[in-house]
């Protein structure tokens, strides 16, 4: 009798030790806000770059995301913390158009492993830009091919408000075509009912 409850607590731990394993597996990738000065369109476009980046890891199996405000690059080595990664930049009006850059720092290598540079003349390709931008540095830091795909959502039932899940992560109020990584997710509608959490 012995024996048998000392090889359940065996399988017990090992399973433990496994599960811990591949928690401690998940890289942490800091998305820090990117700074898009006090213009109106560079604050946009750095807003949607920065959106698109959160996006795609919060999709991409294999990393835990961490948002956070701006941090400039004379701060990343302070501000990396626990992180595996950490990624900042800027968006500024230049006089050849809108130049996006962004910068990858490793706490493991102490230094800067990725960089990216663009400068955007045309008005009308500034947030194809900025979605691209973050493919490029997603496909730079993890090695895999980033493709999106666009979802539609239409309500042709009742009116009321609902939320939408993709992969258990809520997308922001009025995403009715939302850009999401291409592959199989699990998408759920949600309502708040008078009595339950309808979905």
């Not at 919060?58 to 690059?73: C, I, K, S």
């Not at 309500?155 to 939302?178: C, H, K, R």
Request: hydrophobic share 45%; aromatic share 6%.
């Amino acid at each position: 009798m012995l024996k048998k409850h000392t090889l359940l607590a065996s399988v017990v731990l090992a399973l433990f030790v496994f599960a811990a394993g591949n928690l401690s597996a998940q890289t942490r990738v800091g998305v820090a806000a990117l700074d898009g000065g006090d213009d109106s369109r560079t604050g946009a476009v750095a807003a949607e770059t920065t959106r698109t980046l959160e996006l795609i890891f919060n999709q991409l199996e294999g990393y835990t995301v961490v948002g956070m405000g701006p941090v400039m690059a004379e701060d990343a080595q302070d501000q990396i913390g626990s992180l595996d990664y950490l990624i900042y930049g800027t968006v500024t009006s230049t006089r050849g158009g809108t130049e996006i850059s962004m910068e990858v720092y490793s706490r493991e290598d102490a230094q800067v492993t990725e960089r990216y540079v663009r400068t955007i003349v045309s008005a009308f390709e500034l947030f194809d830009a900025a979605e691209e931008a973050a493919i490029q540095l997603v496909q730079a830091l993890s090695g895999e091919v980033i493709r999106l795909g666009q979802m539609r959502f239409e309500n042709t039932g009742v009116a009321g408000e609902y939320s939408i899940l993709v992969d258990g992560i809520e997308l922001p109020p009025g995403s009715e075509n939302p850009r999401v990584l291409a592959g199989t997710r699990l998408v759920q509608v949600v309502q708040e009912r008078m009595l339950e959490r309808y979905i």
